[in-house]
């Protein structure tokens, strides 16, 4: 059972940044990041593998950035410049090597006001 902790989430003003962290139990394979507007589906925001390559929706192209450090079974999301729009609730998602299963963590509040 692959366990999640997240943290980082907040209240910033449009152009801010903030960073979001999720720490997995166990051996992980891909891990990224998802996010549920009120009213909307949930919808991805980055993923990266365990060798590094990257996933953006076209709507955080340029200003987040995702990055992992393996050894510490980490994964961040740097958000910068953003805007009200990206206001949600950010749900960490990975997915574990030999099960092939896929864990979420409890989601955190990113609220950017105008």
């Known amino acids: 059972q692959v366990q999640l902790v997240e943290s980082g989430g907040g209240l910033v003003q449009a152009g801010g940044s903030l960073r979001l962290s999720c720490a997995a139990s166990?051996?992980?394979?891909?891990m990224g990041w998802y996010r549920q507007a009120p009213g909307k589906q949930r919808e991805l925001v980055a993923a990266?593998?365990?060798?590094?390559?990257?996933n953006y929706a076209d709507s955080v192209k340029g200003r987040f950035t995702i990055s992992r450090d393996n050894a510490k079974n980490t994964v961040y999301l740097q958000m910068n410049s953003l805007k009200p729009e990206d206001t949600a609730v950010y749900y960490c998602?990975?997915?574990?090597?030999?099960?092939?299963?896929?864990?979420w963590g409890q989601g955190t509040q990113v609220t950017v006001s105008s």
């Open positions: 998602n990975v997915r574990e090597i030999f099960s092939f299963r896929e864990y």
């Open positions: 166990g051996s992980i394979l891909t």
């Open positions: 990266i593998t365990r060798g590094g390559s990257t």
